[in-house]
């Protein structure tokens, strides 16, 4: 190789070294980074059916339903309930508000040795009598507060109960045609309730309902239901 070939390779290797150290000078490009996943919000929006069953306890006077002017003669009623639910709600941010209603075949019963009385005094006779809830029904609002797909609410409105007393007589006059009664009865309802939600459609919930059911004359009778149930939302 001649001198000014070894000049031109001289140059060229030169030039190759400065180029990879102004390579090696360059800042690092950043590492790809996958988009954050945004996490999805259950929305309770939407209209509702389901079903629920749970067990109910209280009092109720049996004599209101033969007639009005006995004094308070209540004792105490207990049993299960099955049934049907309907609703509707929306969602404004964590606020729930909505409209349900139910209705339930019960079985919510009791009996006691009663001695009518009015205004203290006594009737001369004594009855065996036993007391029944077979319906129960309410309409009722409710507002929540979610927490994604917990639902806390609170919950009140009216109630109706199909109440059903028979008396046998145990000693004194018999009883006549005020042995036996039948009536649906109205109320006011409250509670609370928790429901989850398992799919962007099913939820379920358990709620507690405090009833105190209108009768005539002195008698106001309670209920107290304990419930759970599951909900379709369209």
Request: aromatic share 10%; glycine share 16%; hydrophobic share 40%.
């Given at each position: 190789?001649?001198?000014y070939?070894k000049?031109?390779?001289?140059?060229?290797?030169?030039?190759?070294m400065?180029?990879?150290?102004?390579?090696?000078?360059?800042?690092?490009?950043?590492?790809?980074?996958?988009?954050?996943?945004?996490?999805?919000?259950?929305?309770?929006?939407?209209?509702?059916?389901?079903?629920?069953?749970?067990?109910?306890?209280g009092s109720?006077d049996?004599?209101?339903?033969f007639?009005n002017?006995?004094?308070r003669?209540?004792?105490?009623i207990?049993?299960?309930?099955i049934?049907?639910?309907?609703?509707?709600?929306?969602?404004?941010?964590?606020?729930?508000?909505?409209m349900?209603?139910?209705?339930d075949?019960a079985?919510?019963?009791?009996?006691?040795?009663?001695?009518?009385?009015?205004?203290?005094v006594?009737?001369?006779?004594?009855l065996?009598?036993?007391?029944?809830?077979?319906?129960?029904?309410t309409?009722?609002?409710?507002?929540?507060?979610?927490?994604n797909?917990?639902?806390?609410?609170?919950?009140?409105?009216?109630?109706?109960?199909?109440?059903?007393?028979?008396?046998?007589?145990?000693?004194?006059s018999?009883?006549?045609?005020y042995?036996?009664?039948?009536?649906?009865?109205?109320g006011?309802?409250?509670?609370?309730?928790?429901?989850?939600?398992?799919?962007?459609?099913?939820s379920?919930?358990?709620?507690?309902?405090?009833?105190?059911?209108?009768?005539t004359?002195?008698?106001?009778?309670?209920?107290?239901?304990?419930?759970g149930g599951i909900?379709?939302?369209?």
């Amino acid at each position: 190789m001649n001198k000014y070939g070894k000049i031109a390779v001289a140059i060229v290797g030169s030039l190759m070294m400065g180029g990879y150290a102004a390579a090696a000078d360059l800042p690092l490009a950043p590492a790809y980074k996958a988009p954050t996943a945004v996490a999805a919000v259950y929305n309770w929006t939407g209209l509702y059916v389901g079903g629920n069953a749970g067990y109910g306890w209280g009092s109720q006077d049996p004599l209101v339903l033969f007639a009005n002017r006995f004094d308070r003669a209540n004792f105490n009623i207990g049993g299960g309930m099955i049934g049907g639910t309907i609703g509707a709600q929306i969602q404004q941010g964590n606020i729930v508000l909505g409209m349900e209603g139910d209705l339930d075949w019960a079985n919510i019963n009791g009996s006691s040795i009663v001695t009518p009385s009015i205004l203290g005094v006594g009737q001369g006779v004594t009855l065996d009598t036993s007391s029944k809830i077979s319906a129960y029904g309410t309409a009722r609002a409710r507002v929540g507060v979610a927490m994604n797909n917990v639902l806390f609410y609170a919950t009140a409105g009216g109630a109706f109960v199909k109440s059903t007393a028979d008396s046998s007589t145990i000693n004194g006059s018999p009883c006549g045609i005020y042995c036996q009664g039948s009536s649906w009865r109205p109320g006011i309802v409250a509670g609370l309730g928790v429901e989850y939600g398992i799919t962007p459609n099913w939820s379920v919930k358990a709620e507690y309902l405090y009833t105190k059911i209108v009768g005539t004359g002195v008698s106001e009778d309670e209920l107290n239901v304990v419930r759970g149930g599951i909900n379709y939302r369209f």
